[in-house]
């Protein structure tokens, strides 16, 4: 075995692979014959493993497209000779001009000036850089037209569409409240929809009509707004998490990352025994107490300290005082035979329990995307394969 795939059990995340093909067609089924899936690998696919995604996709349903953050992260997928289009959504500064050519990569731009300035650089790399236009309909992030200036948004990406050194072939935006359940949002995001394609139409008429246009992400395509977009931006479904717990998908996806540790050490006390950094737990009688192998150094949130739990022989343990940078303590003492070595599954399933990102998420104010994402380098993603 490569020394890149050994892994000492300490803490770990199983990848399955299975999951994800499973819920890459499911994505599928959502879209009309006009849309095509493009998938999200960012930040490290969300903390699964960008290549080893990125690899299964384009081996087994031949993903013709993925989308990433920033440069670096699509060289990664190119120095893994991952065939395919990809989108960078995020800021390039121009003077990589010459890179973004190298890599064939798709740039999003901005706005007009940070086009005029990619178109510069691109020429004087002696090359052509493929854009995509973002359109800002509502997110107010990136993108022409910020505040509902839908004119000037047209005139800008028409200007964009003709600079020499760029080939703008689609334009795009981005919905901000398609997870959300109120009427609200849904209007919200009916209305984004509407001055995106009201763009895609005044373009058009002035003659620019860009080989893709695309607007969806996983909630988005989730409320199948019919032939809207060219791609839906499939990112957090993929993974088998709902984009919000407002949307119940369970049947339909499943969860890909289980997050998993050791017991390392189990001890009895009596009552008013502190516990970790602060004393901020003090034990109320003879408790069993077991010591896990994973803190926020591994990216498990400090901040489920006295509130979180984790699961050991298919039973939930809660756990007590500070969550440390590598340990945390949990209360055992209903878990009969429970010992040092035990596999503890801090996200995922166990016998008939199961604890979702989502769940952890809620615990601390925090969303099922940080989770995932925060799984630190150190902890070693290990892929299961079970067909
Ligand atoms: C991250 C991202 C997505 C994916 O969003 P999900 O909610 O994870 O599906 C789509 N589009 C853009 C522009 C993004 O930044």
Sequence with gaps: MPYSELHFKRAWAEISLDRLKKNALYCLSLLPPSCQPMYVVKANAYGHGAVKTAELLSGELNA????????????????????????????????????????????????????????????????????????????????????????????????????????????????????????????????????FLQIKKELARLGFVPRYSHILNSAGAYIQPGEVSSFARFGIMLYGISPSPDICLDGKIEPVMELKALV???????????????????????????????????????????????LIRGKSAPIIGRVCMDQLMVDASGIDGVTAGDTVTLIGRDGGECISAWELAGSCSMIAYEIVCAVAERVPRVYIREK
């Design 64 to 195: 013709g497209w993925f989308a990433v953050s920033s440069l670096d992260e699509a060289a990664e997928l190119r120095h893994a000779k991952i065939p395919g289009e990809i989108l960078i959504l995020g800021y390039t500064p121009p003077q990589y001009a010459g890179e973004l050519i190298s890599c064939g990569v798709v740039q999003a731009v901005t706005d007009l000036e940070y086009a005029k300035a990619l178109s510069c650089e691109a020429i004087k790399a002696g090359g052509r850089i493929r854009v995509h236009t973002a359109i800002d309909t509502g997110m107010t992030r990136i993108g022409l037209g910020s505040g509902g200036s839908c004119g000037r948004a047209v005139k800008e990406a028409y200007s964009i569409s003709s600079l020499p050194g760029l080939l703008a072939e689609g334009i795009f935006s981005h919905l901000s409240s398609a997870d959300g359940a109120g009427e609200s949002d849904r209007e919200f995001t009916a209305s984004q929809i509407k001055s």
């Design 264 to 310: 390392a050490q189990v001890k009895e006390v009596p009552g008013g025994v502190p516990v970790s950094y602060g004393r901020s737990y003090v034990t109320g009688g003879r408790t069993r107490i077991a010591t896990v192998t994973v803190g926020y150094g591994d990216g498990y949130p400090r901040l489920l300290s006295n509130r979180g739990r984790v």
